[in-house]
């Protein structure tokens, strides 16, 4: 599989873990068309695929209403095509269990915000697509991790939102969305999420301002324009994508928004819905169950 790692390297992109199904899953069709026998997730983690999208989408005629899932869509399918895979998206219909996938494939298990917490990026990844076999992959089993989350007294993820978007009932979408298009959300409109941005966990592979900003307005959906106005003027650096894209969105919500919303692509009922944070139990000296 490492010649796999170093095609999604060079776009930016990393594996995060397989598995092989089970008999008799329920499991998406593979290349030749019948059930796929193995999986292997993949995933963005930190910025490092940030400027390969922005050279992607400078090289657009026109920026598509999804970039970053265009972009996803076109470099994993390039590189299932060259390995003998299929590739599926977390915004393909149905969707996909990319979440219970990667509590599979590495072991990862829910933040309080939903969000998977992976031991070396924290809260800073997201799944880009996966690639689907069919043969069975010589994929180990994850190792034994410890949840940071378990370790965290304070959880300042909890208490940074102004409007305690995230509650032990779940993701309050509405409260969420009316404030960063609110007139006191412009800190989160560009600099993004302040409860995902006060966890302490992996901070150096915290994303860049205008990559934050760009997935708040995949989830906001910018339906008055002013978040790409607010970045092109106010990021150094900020690439003309905003005009280009924020035309191309006519005001409508992205599919590009599952990396912030749950950073998994498992909705139900048109609204996004992620894992609960539940403490892990304690292990007995010999490991336990």
Same mark, same amino acid.
Request: hydrophobic share 40%; glycine share 12%; net charge negative.
């Given at each position: 599989?490492?010649?796999?790692?170093?095609?999604?390297?060079?776009?930016? #992109?990393? /594996?995060?873990?397989? *598995?092989? *199904?089970?008999?008799?899953?329920?499991?998406?069709?593979?290349?030749?068309? @019948?059930?796929? @026998?193995?999986?292997?997730?993949?995933?963005?983690?930190?910025?490092?695929?940030?400027?390969?999208?922005?050279?992607?989408?400078?090289? =657009?005629?026109?920026?598509?209403?999804?970039? #970053?899932?265009?972009?996803? @869509?076109?470099?994993?399918?390039?590189?299932?095509?060259?390995?003998?895979?299929?590739?599926?998206?977390?915004?393909?219909?149905? $969707?996909?269990?990319?979440?219970?996938?990667?509590?599979?494939?590495?072991?990862?298990?829910?933040?309080?915000?939903?969000?998977?917490?992976?031991?070396? $990026?924290?809260?800073?990844?997201?799944?880009?697509?996966?690639?689907?076999?069919?043969?069975?992959?010589?994929?180990?089993?994850?190792?034994?991790?410890?949840?940071?989350?378990?370790?965290?007294?304070?959880?300042?993820?909890?208490?940074?939102?102004?409007?305690?978007?995230?509650?032990?009932?779940? $993701?309050?979408?509405?409260?969420?969305?009316?404030?960063? /298009?609110?007139?006191?959300?412009?800190?989160?409109?560009?600099?993004?999420?302040?409860? @995902?941005?006060?966890?302490?966990?992996?901070?150096?592979?915290?994303?860049?301002?205008?990559?934050?900003? *760009?997935?708040?307005?995949?989830?906001?959906?910018?339906?008055?324009?002013? /978040?790409?106005?607010?970045?092109?003027?106010?990021?150094?650096?900020?690439?003309?994508?905003?005009?280009?894209?924020?035309?191309?969105?006519?005001?409508?919500?992205?599919?590009?928004?599952?990396?912030?919303?749950?950073?998994?692509?498992?909705?139900?009922?048109?609204?996004?819905?992620?894992?609960?944070? =539940?403490?892990?139990?304690? =292990?007995?000296?010999?490991?336990?169950?």
């Amino acid at each position: 599989m490492g010649g796999i790692a170093e095609a999604l390297a060079a776009h930016g #992109l990393v /594996l995060f873990g397989g *598995f092989v *199904f089970l008999s008799g899953e329920d499991a998406p069709a593979g290349p030749a068309g @019948r059930p796929a @026998r193995s999986a292997l997730l993949v995933s963005q983690a930190g910025a490092e695929a940030w400027p390969h999208f922005l050279a992607w989408c400078d090289a =657009q005629a026109k920026v598509p209403a999804d970039p #970053l899932d265009q972009w996803s @869509r076109a470099v994993i399918g390039e590189i299932a095509g060259q390995f003998g895979a299929s590739a599926v998206s977390p915004s393909d219909r149905p $969707f996909l269990p990319f979440q219970r996938w990667a509590m599979r494939a590495e072991g990862l298990k829910p933040s309080p915000l939903g969000i998977l917490m992976h031991p070396l $990026f924290g809260l800073w990844h997201a799944f880009r697509g996966a690639l689907l076999f069919d043969t069975e992959l010589p994929v180990a089993e994850p190792p034994a991790r410890v949840h940071p989350c378990d370790a965290c007294v304070e959880k300042p993820c909890l208490k940074a939102c102004l409007v305690g978007a995230h509650t032990a009932a779940g $993701f309050q979408h509405g409260a969420c969305l009316a404030h960063v /298009l609110g007139a006191a959300g412009k800190t989160c409109r560009t600099a993004g999420c302040l409860d @995902r941005n006060a966890c302490p966990v992996a901070s150096e592979h915290r994303y860049p301002p205008d990559m934050q900003a *760009f997935l708040m307005s995949a989830f906001s959906g910018d339906r008055t324009g002013q /978040l790409a106005g607010e970045c092109a003027d106010g990021l150094a650096g900020s690439p003309p994508l905003w005009e280009r894209w924020a035309a191309a969105k006519g005001g409508a919500q992205s599919v590009d928004d599952r990396d912030f919303k749950d950073a998994s692509g498992e909705k139900a009922g048109g609204t996004a819905t992620s894992l609960p944070y =539940q403490a892990s139990p304690p =292990q007995s000296p010999q490991g336990g169950d």
